[in-house]
């Protein structure tokens, strides 16, 4: 008789039970910082940018030439820059070189940012050097085309048949020209870089299905780089938006205001109130409208364009 010796079962390995985490947490919340680490840059940020607002509001129902303390006049300062005709020209013509600058910037960066984005030989090249404008302030940028379009010795005075008389800053539209061209070569750079990000960061896999169903490169980039691009284009045009209400060095040095006030763009009027006139108290009250419209229009441009309302759809995120 022979005994059988069976033997046990191989044990069955448990899996580790997963961790769940608590409600309402997720990999986001987990590595999110705490607001100390926003207290350095808040503090910074209320020191140098909200008090000083504060103080720019308070002075703008004030009466003040820099000397001895302010008086309080009420609604003295706005009534007299609303019933200033020129406050009312300068508003228009802000608006005419914000709207010429988005205009004309939009289009010419997007095209060199998705230029620049590509493998095209000596790229790299051409790019360091269509980018040196960001290298230069607004004052040297302002002070090299003072004197390259100067009408005595510049090139206006030596292409009269192409410009004229050379004079380029003694009519109004040919200086609004000058002001919108200058603004064009300095900050188009900037925005292209914008697009230049944008535009490498597309996937390569929709260029990849588009080649697959007989999409050419002029159909990819409309239908897949232009969409793409769009959080990058509301970013690129709210900066315009602010940067052209706010503009000041170059009508300083180009044109004065001139000729006559023709030029003289709302940031110019407050410097022309505030520190020619000696009337802060005036001079305050333009400085806080610009930021109220400056606000009021970049909060329309996100809600109208839905900016507030996109998630990032970055490919391979969940």
């Given at each position: 008789m022979t005994t059988e010796i069976k033997s046990p079962p191989p044990a069955v390995r448990s899996r580790p039970r997963a961790r769940r985490r608590p409600d309402g947490s997720s990999v986001a919340d987990a590595a999110r910082p705490g607001f100390s680490w926003a207290?350095?840059?808040?503090?910074?940020?209320?020191?140098?940018?909200?008090?000083?607002?504060?103080?720019?509001?308070?002075?703008?129902?004030?009466?003040?030439?820099?000397?001895?303390?302010?008086?309080?006049?009420?609604?003295d300062n706005w009534s007299?820059?609303?019933?200033?005709?020129?406050?009312?020209?300068?508003?228009?013509?802000?608006?005419?070189?914000?709207?010429?600058g988005v205009i004309i910037q939009t289009p010419?960066?997007?095209?060199?940012?998705?230029?620049a984005a590509g493998h095209q030989r000596n790229r790299a090249v051409l790019s360091v050097i269509y980018f040196v404008p960001l290298l230069l302030s607004a004052t040297a940028v302002s002070v090299l085309w003072r004197a390259l379009l100067d009408p005595n010795f510049g090139i206006p005075a030596r292409?009269?048949?192409?410009?004229?008389?050379?004079?380029l800053f003694g009519e109004q539209a040919t200086a609004i020209g000058v002001l919108a061209f200058v603004s064009t070569w300095q900050f188009t750079p900037?925005?292209?870089?914008i697009y230049q990000g944008a535009a490498r960061a597309v996937p390569e896999v929709l260029y990849q299905a588009?080649?697959?169903?007989?999409?050419?490169?002029?159909?990819?980039?409309?239908?897949?780089?232009?969409?793409?691009?769009?959080?990058?284009?509301?970013?690129?045009?709210?900066?315009?938006?602010?940067?052209?209400?706010?503009?000041?060095?170059?009508v300083l040095i180009l044109t004065q205001g001139g000729p006559g006030s023709d030029?003289?763009?709302?940031?110019?009027?407050?410097?022309?109130?505030?520190f020619k006139g000696?009337?802060?108290?005036?001079?305050?009250?333009?400085a806080l409208a610009l930021v109220v419209a400056a606000t009021v229009i970049s909060l329309i441009v996100v809600r109208v364009s839905g900016y507030d309302k996109m998630r990032s759809s970055m490919e391979g995120v969940s």
């Open positions: 207290l350095p840059a808040t503090v910074f940020f209320a020191f140098f940018a909200i008090v000083p607002l504060i103080m720019v509001a308070v002075l703008s129902f004030m009466t003040w030439n820099g000397l001895g303390s302010p008086e309080f006049a009420g609604f007299r820059i609303v019933d200033d005709p020129v406050m009312i020209n300068s508003i228009w013509l802000t608006l005419l070189l914000t709207a010429l010419l960066s997007i095209l060199l940012g998705v230029w292409a009269t048949w192409l410009f004229g008389d050379g004079n900037f925005h292209t870089l588009a080649e697959i169903d007989g999409a050419g490169r002029y159909r990819q980039f409309l239908h897949i780089t232009l969409p793409q691009l769009r959080n990058s284009m509301i970013t690129s045009m709210i900066l315009m938006i602010v940067g052209g209400l706010t503009t000041f060095e170059t030029t003289t763009i709302s940031a110019y009027y407050m410097y022309q109130k505030a000696f009337d802060f108290g005036a001079g305050s009250a333009v």
